[in-house]
């Protein structure tokens, strides 16, 4: 019983310090993407956390992910956000819809094409979601009539949040591998099992050390400075 007890605890200290982790290096994605330039309109800007969502997801499940959204849109409430409890809300949904889904999908049975479809239905249902809810309480925000919103669906809303979840599936189908590898190595998960040779995460390349996980990080922010 002392044993059971202890790894239960063990468990439970590997998990939360994985959320923590992962939960701080998707605020820092956050920041990057508020300060720099990457704007579609005043309150719409890209940052690419949703992609650090999704791999807490696909590694821990989509309890995670939802833990994650929790506390990333929280500390950006906090911090930096100047669109309040509305702005908190949205990136709620956006996030953990865009990351819980594609986990549950990918929990059913773990490879890299359940992976990918997982991104893709929950890519179309965060855009539907978000132009709903840009359509329902923007108009609250902006002080506008609900007319003036609804003509910013295809010209504003709808291409934004597209372009957001594309990049965003394609970010973390670039880095998912190495950051979990990064993660087995430092024991935050468990390793892949042997039966699952299909497994997204498993795979015959050497596995990597955290400064894996760091080059990948730093790489992307690199890109996206360059890329403005």
């Known amino acids: 019983m002392k044993n059971s007890s202890k790894s239960i605890t063990k468990n439970k200290t590997k998990y939360t310090t994985t959320v923590g982790m992962l939960s701080a290096i998707a605020y820092i994605f956050t920041l990057v993407g508020?300060?720099?330039?990457?704007?579609?309109?005043?309150?719409?800007?890209?940052?690419?956390?949703?992609?650090?969502?999704?791999i807490a997801g696909?590694?821990?499940?989509?309890?995670?992910?939802?833990?994650?959204?929790l506390i990333v849109s929280f500390l950006e409430l906090v911090t930096i956000s100047s669109t309040g409890l509305i702005g908190f809300a949205m990136n709620v949904i956006s996030s953990a819809s865009f990351s819980c889904i594609a986990a549950l999908i990918y929990k059913c049975r773990k490879s890299i094409n359940t992976a990918a479809l997982g991104l893709l239905i929950s890519s179309l249902i965060t855009v539907f979601l978000m132009v709903l809810w840009n359509y329902l309480v923007t108009p609250l925000y902006m002080g506008v009539p609900r007319a003036v919103v609804a003509s910013m669906i295809l010209p504003v809303f709808l291409p934004f949040n597209t372009i957001k979840c594309c990049l965003n599936s394609g970010l973390t189908m670039l880095i998912y591998k190495p950051c979990v590898q990064a993660m087995r190595r430092v024991g935050l998960i468990k390793a892949a099992d042997s039966n699952t040779s299909k497994s997204c995460c498993n795979t015959k390349?050497?596995?990597?050390?955290?400064?894996?996980?760091?080059?990948?990080?730093?790489?992307v922010i690199l890109y996206m400075v360059n890329f403005c």
């Not at 696909?58 to 959204?69: E, H, K, T, V």
């Not at 390349?205 to 790489?219: G, K, M, N, R, W």
């Open 58 to 69: 696909f590694s821990l499940g989509p309890m995670a992910s939802l833990l994650i959204s």
């Open 34 to 54: 508020h300060f720099l330039p990457i704007r579609f309109y005043d309150f719409l800007s890209y940052d690419p956390k949703d992609a650090i969502i999704a």
């Open 205 to 219: 390349a050497p596995i990597v050390s955290i400064l894996d996980f760091e080059i990948a990080i730093v790489t």
